[in-house]
């Protein structure tokens, strides 16, 4: 079962065979505690300000410390991955899985502890959203400064301000301070605004499709249209049906690592499976 | 998207990897939406607003002038007191508020840090920078002082914002090595304040540097404030310019603090979003 082979390489009819992300041996270790954080923080610190005589016997003991595997978390463990480009890929896989993790090295805000990773062309994510938004600042405002941060230039947003602002369905309240916002129309926005980032491979996460159901179609409808446009895309999702509908092929991932990876029918029934016999054996008596 | 342009290629491993010039060309947007957003939010819900930034080195400068200038007769050469400590005030703020923000830059913007990748050199970079608008401010209360006083200043003017420069640099170095510290260490929130007056007392703003002994004067240039508050009021209001050791300790001490704040920010910089 632990089959690790790299996905059926599929182009998805775009006829472009170029690789877009290819994930090799991807690992990544959390040591447990409070102090290994601080230890590996405290090193980098002692590397530059002591002289080595100074620091000899520390890196010894951290040297240690990181070899005493009894702490380590393997929230990845050897993942390899390849897409190419146009590639429509699902991520399934159970809660804890390693799906956020595995998102969170591709964005780069945490770097992996083993592997490579390489990206051929800019990535923009539908991860999570409104993280840049300041409350004090109007919905253009932070519009305009949040889709700099994610990516767009101060062209691009100023482009296309009224089409982020009209899908937010919030034009009467675009000049006001988002702190009086409704919390739907602070996630619409912030939702609007990481949806028109236009970048060649995208990360996405279906739990953004957030609001009421008039809204969530709107945002499945977005994912469907940044799915079809030629774009790479991951896709990570619990909704099946989502899976089905736009993905090409689908990795499925537990414990870490990709145990089951091609045609979207036989992940489906996998994962399913899967789930299954996990709530059988501690289902019931928990619940 | 149909035209074709060469791909980027980003290759992510395990080590700290350099920014590329793709990104640093891309950070250019991004440093204006960091400022701009500071700008915009610094003054929000206030009365008076920017005011703040006359009224708070006016309010020192008189309460200076009183005690140190008129009550202690400190010496202040040939410049009228209030014009003596106000050049120096006026810079000090500046660095002062430069190094608070810089070293809060990382901190608190948390929520930025653990979700959006960016070369997070730029917070400590557009904190710095953001500083600046209140230096022109406090200029303002600068021209009306020197115009009481009827003096005139010369050519030196134009060397300002040289001195500004060391200033920027040194907050920006010592503000982005403490911003890296401060997100595994909050002591650094203690730190900050207590240093900052202890630095303020170690450079001549209430006192000309000629009061310290000679034996210590190489001591004292170590701190590049002193060139920048000497050279300030030189270039303003025509005191002494700074001698020849003071420019090369204080140009020297200032590239160190930005080599080792930018070496530490950026080896640190991998751990910010696991740590903070």
Known sequence: MNSQENALPRDGGTGMPDVAVRVSGVSKIYS?????????????????????????????RSAEAALDRENWIYALNGIDLKIMRGEVVGIIGPNGAGKSTLLKILTRITPPTAGRIDIHGRVGALLEVGSGFHPELTGRENVLLNGMMIGMTRATVRERMDEIVSFAQVEKFIDTPVKWYSSGMFMRLAFSVAAHLDAEIMLVDEVLAVGDIGFQQKCLQRIRQIASDGRTVLFVSH????????????????????????????????????????????????? | MGHLQKTLHTVIVPTASRYSWDELFQARELLYAFVLRSWKVRYKQTVIGAAWAIIQPVALMVVFSVFFGLLMRVPSGDLPYPVFVY????????????????????????????????????????????????????????????????????????????????????????????????????DIAQLLPFLTQLWM??????????????????????????????????????????????????????VVFLYIGIRIFQNLEPYFSETI
């Open chain 1, 239 to 287: 909704n099946m049906d989502s899976i089905r509908r736009f993905c090409d092929w689908v990795a499925v991932i537990q414990d870490g690592a990709v145990t089951w990876s091609g045609d979207v029918e036989s992940c489906i029934r996998y994962y399913e499976e899967v789930c299954r016999d996990q709530y059988d054996e501690e289902g019931p008596a928990e619940l």
């Open chain 1, 32 to 60: 447990l505690g409070q102090q290994n954080v601080q230890r590996r923080f405290t090193d980098v610190l002692a590397g530059i300000l002591l002289p080595r005589f100074l620091r000899a016997d520390r890196d010894r």
């Open chain 2, 87 to 186: 050049c120096g005030l006026l810079v000090w703020q500046f660095f002062a508020k430069a190094l608070a923000d810089t070293s809060n830059s990382v901190v608190s913007n948390s929520a930025i840090v653990t979700k959006i990748y960016f070369p997070r050199l730029l917070l400590p970079v557009s904190a710095a920078v953001a500083a600046l608008p209140e230096l022109l401010f406090s200029f303002v209360a600068l021209a009306g002082l020197m115009l009481y006083y009827q003096i005139v200043p010369g050519w030196e003017m134009l060397l300002v914002p040289l001195f500004v420069a060391v200033a920027l640099v040194v907050a920006f170095g010592v503000g982005a090595m403490l911003g890296a510290v401060y997100v595994l260490y909050r």
């Open chain 2, 201 to 254: 007392f170690m450079t001549p703003i209430i006192y000309p540097a000629s009061l310290v002994p000679e034996a210590f004067r190489w001591l004292y240039q170590l701190n590049p404030m002193v060139l920048v508050v000497e050279g300030a009021r030189w270039a303003f209001a025509g005191s002494p310019p700074p001698n020849q050791t003071t420019v090369i300790l204080g140009l020297a001490m200032s």
